[in-house]
Every structure is written in structure tokens, then in C-alpha cells.
């Protein structure tokens, strides 16, 4: 079975500075896509980025960067220059290809308390 | 294009009654995907429905069950509740059923409260 892992419960970060947000998975199949999602207080789950298991570059999207090391099994997020609004839950989700249709496999999530 | 689409967006039962949540994807997404949030368990997959089939369905009991309708709209149902059914339930909808992936795309989710 896939599992996500997200050792940081919380973290604070000064604005403007860079965070990034740890994301190891577990799977053996070879073919999956990784997602991260944003999740402000009102509850929406907010997708951000997705990198795809064979892709050979690093996802961006805007402020979002995703730091794919494969050999470790890692998918971290990286925002940069931190703004207020960033502040929220942050999940680290997986898929797999395989048909299996199980759905979406999130970690525990990591709440970025972002402070002026 | 509209997002996904969720009502109601809150809602307050008692033990022992059902519920029927709604759930209107995005335009031209067929399949629909339901999850169960609490501050216990996380995040967890209850079911896909995918061109009014389900393709497959978490570890929840019967109580727990959807279906979709032909304009992708899709509907879950919780009977007999439970105090432990409350939860934030989020849906999400994808071009492509979830066994692939295909971004999923979430609503603003239901409250549910159970008392």
C-alpha cells in the first residue's frame, strides 16, 4: 500500500523568506503522480503542483517550485518569497496509474503559519 | 469554467438520521471522487465514480454510499449517523477516472455535524 509522509506539524516562517515543506512517499509501483494542495481555514482544497513519476525536471508553477528526488522517495515544496496568504494547511498527496482508482493517498498535512 | 460545487455547505443532524450531500463537477469532468476529512484520521477516500460507475470505495462501512448520475453529478448518501460521521467531506472531480494521474480538482466541502 502507498503512504505519504509529512514529519513538520507546523511551521513558522518570516514573509518574504522561502519555506520549504517535506514530503517523503512509499509505493512500489513504478508509475504515480505526486500533488501538493493548499488548504486555507475555509476548508477548499486548493491544488498547487503536480510532478508525475517519470518526469525528468522539477515541477513549477508561479511561487511554487517541487524538489523531486526520486531515488530518495522525497517531494518537497518549495515557495518562495513568502507572502501572508500563505498561510494554511499544506497536503502532499500521491496517485497511482496503475487503474487501481484508490484514490488520492494524503500525508498528515503541515500547517505554515506565515508572520509579518 | 466553474469550479466544483458542493451543497449544502453545512449541515446539523442528530444520531440515527440520514443525510444526502451533492456534489456538480467541473464541466466535461467525469469522474467524481469523495473524501472524508477529520482531525483524527486526516484525509481518506470514501469512493470514484467514474461514467456512473464505481470504480472503488475506501474502507468505510455500507452506511457510507454515492452514485452518479449521467450529467456527472453525483450524489453520497450517509445513513444512520453516527457522532464519529462528522467530518469535513470534500468531493473532486477529474477528466479521468482517479486509477490514473489525472489532477483532482476539489469543491469547498460539506460540514457535517452530527450531535
Known amino acids: 500500500a502507498q503512504k505519504i509522509t509529512q514529519t513538520q506539524p507546523g511551521m513558522f516562517v518570516q514573509e518574504k523568506e522561502a519555506v520549504t515543506l517535506d514530503c517523503t512517499y512509499d509505493?512500489?509501483?513504478?508509475?504515480?503522480?505526486l500533488f501538493w494542495y493548499k488548504q486555507p481555514s475555509s476548508g477548499e482544497m486548493i491544488f498547487l503542483i503536480y510532478?508525475?513519476?517519470?518526469?525528468?525536471q522539477n515541477a513549477t508553477e508561479g511561487r511554487y517550485s517541487l524538489n523531486f528526488q526520486k531515488a530518495r522517495k522525497s517531494a518537497n515544496l518549495v515557495i518562495s518569497a513568502s507572502q501572508l496568504g500563505d498561510s494554511a494547511m499544506y497536503f502532499c498527496?500521491?496517485?497511482?496509474?496503475?487503474?487501481?482508482?484508490?484514490?488520492?493517498?494524503f500525508g498528515k498535512g503541515t500547517h505554515l503559519i506565515i508572520q509579518p | 469554467k466553474a469550479g466544483v460545487t458542493q451543497t449544502p455547505r453545512y449541515l446539523i443532524k442528530t444520531r440515527g438520521q440520514q443525510v444526502t450531500l451533492s456534489c456538480s463537477p467541473i464541466?466535461?469532468?467525469?469522474?467524481v471522487s469523495w473524501y472524508q476529512q477529520t482531525p483524527g484520521q486526516g484525509l481518506q477516500f470514501l469512493f470514484e465514480?467514474?461514467?456512473?460507475?464505481?470504480?472503488n470505495k475506501g474502507n468505510f462501512p455500507g452506511r457510507f454510499s454515492g452514485r452518479q448520475f449521467s450529467n456527472s453529478r453525483s450524489e453520497m448518501n450517509v445513513s444512520t449517523l453516527e457522532l464519529g460521521d462528522s467530518a469535513l467531506y470534500l468531493c473532486?472531480?477529474?477528466?479521468?477516472?482517479?486509477?490514473?494521474?489525472?489532477?483532482?480538482?476539489f469543491g469547498p466541502g460539506t460540514r457535517l455535524l452530527v450531535l
Open positions: 473532486a472531480s477529474s477528466w479521468r477516472t482517479s486509477g490514473s494521474t489525472e489532477t483532482q480538482y
Open positions: 509505493t512500489s509501483d513504478p508509475s504515480y503522480g
Open positions: 510532478q508525475g513519476s517519470y518526469d525528468q
Open positions: 498527496a500521491m496517485s497511482l496509474s496503475g487503474g487501481g482508482a484508490d484514490g488520492l493517498t
Open positions: 464541466s466535461g469532468h467525469r469522474s
Open positions: 465514480y467514474f461514467s456512473e460507475t464505481q470504480r
